[in-house]
């Protein structure tokens, strides 16, 4: 009963001008526009859209679509809990269209309350570089070992067209442009991408700008993959639910491991979450600890860290655990 009546106070206004505009809905999303640049044909070219559910009620994707067949919207996540944060998947079709493009995508909401929401992407297509395969595909990296990964890039068109230039932000992944082939304006390129082995654990999802000496924009190549740690915890955040003050909530984390291990300890900076690890004193690769929040009295959200101590010598695992307490009544 509280939870609809602090819904019918927090969204009241909103209802109210649901006719006059949606900005409830557009306040999800903190982008709403998307520049691909000059990307190579057969390129991967995604963005995603990221939004968060600011509200007590889920928040429901019904729909997406595109006003141009050069862009392909996927929903990934479709309903959203309380503070969860989920995206929208904008794919530049580079494999079947070329030259300036732009796409209009509009979002539709159908709960708690129906509302649409637009966002744009935009980019040149060129037709005279390709990328293939389309992107860097490093798949799963065991953590301390590194990868090389390698794709070729070919052009058409002027005979002295080189690669100058490979810029990178992540300063784990390095690559070099070895020429493979030049004959009559065609020119080939082995593009070889390194992944160092001290790079951490998590998902890698980053661009390698090819600079060229055409005086055109710099080209884009994805670089994907994941560095997995030896142990890994499930979910990668804990969200706890919407609570009242003085009630407990239990979840549990799955805590993997490639091989058997002990958890020594689990912590965290906020007493009202306790673990219960009095069934995981055994070497094992496969843990389940329950987890219990005890809400305070104070309300608003409440986000902490826990820390997970294991025998095996690693950085202990950490991930997020949150919480939103409602007001008293």
């Known amino acids: 009963m509280f939870r609809k009546v602090s819904l019918v106070l927090g969204l009241f206004v909103l209802v109210q001008s649901a ?3 949606q900005e409830w809905a557009q306040k999800m999303f903190k982008e709403a526009d998307h ?3 000059s990307v190579a044909r057969g390129a991967k070219a995604e963005y995603r859209f990221v939004f968060e559910n600011l509200y007590l009620e889920d928040v429901h994707i019904a729909d997406v679509r595109s006003s141009c067949g050069c862009t392909t919207p996927i929903v990934e996540t479709p309903l959203l809990k309380t503070y969860q944060k ?10 079947t269209f070329q030259g300036q493009r732009s796409a209009t ?3 539709v909401i159908d709960r708690p309350f129906p509302a649409e929401v637009q966002v744009q992407v935009h980019g040149y297509i060129r037709g005279d570089v390709v990328v293939d395969p389309g992107s860097v595909q490093l798949g799963s990296i065991d953590q301390g070992n590194g990868a090389d990964q390698s794709v070729a890039v070919n052009y058409a068109g002027r005979d002295d067209w080189q690669i100058t230039e490979i810029k990178t932000s992540n300063s784990y992944i390095s690559a070099k442009a070895v020429q493979t082939a030049r004959e009559n304006g065609q020119v080939s390129y082995a593009l070889q991408v390194h992944v160092d082995k001290n790079a951490p654990a998590g998902y890698l999802n980053d661009h390698l700008m090819l600079v060229t000496n055409d005086g055109s924009a710099q080209i884009p190549v994805l670089v994907e993959g994941r560095v997995v740690a030896g142990i890994t915890v499930s979910p ?3 969200f706890m639910g ?3 003050p003085g009630q407990k909530v239990t ?3 799955v805590v993997k491991g490639k091989k058997p291990f002990r958890i020594l300890s689990i912590s965290c900076d906020d007493k009202s979450f306790k673990f219960d690890t009095s069934k995981e004193n055994a070497a ?7 987890v219990t929040f005890s809400a305070g009295a104070d309300a608003g959200k409440v986000v902490k860290t826990i820390r997970i101590k294991t025998d095996q010598g690693e950085m202990s695992p950490e991930l997020a655990a949150y919480a939103v307490v409602t007001p008293a009544h």
Request: net charge negative; charged share 15%.
């Open 19 to 21: 006719c006059l505009g």
């Open 35 to 37: 520049d691909f640049g």
């Open 86 to 95: 989920g995206s929208i998947l904008a794919h530049f079709n580079t494999d």
């Open 105 to 107: 995508l509009t979002i």
């Open 236 to 238: 990668a955040s804990l």
């Open 242 to 244: 919407v609570v009242e």
């Open 251 to 253: 979840k549990q984390l």
């Open 284 to 290: 094992k690769a496969l843990h389940m600890i329950p």
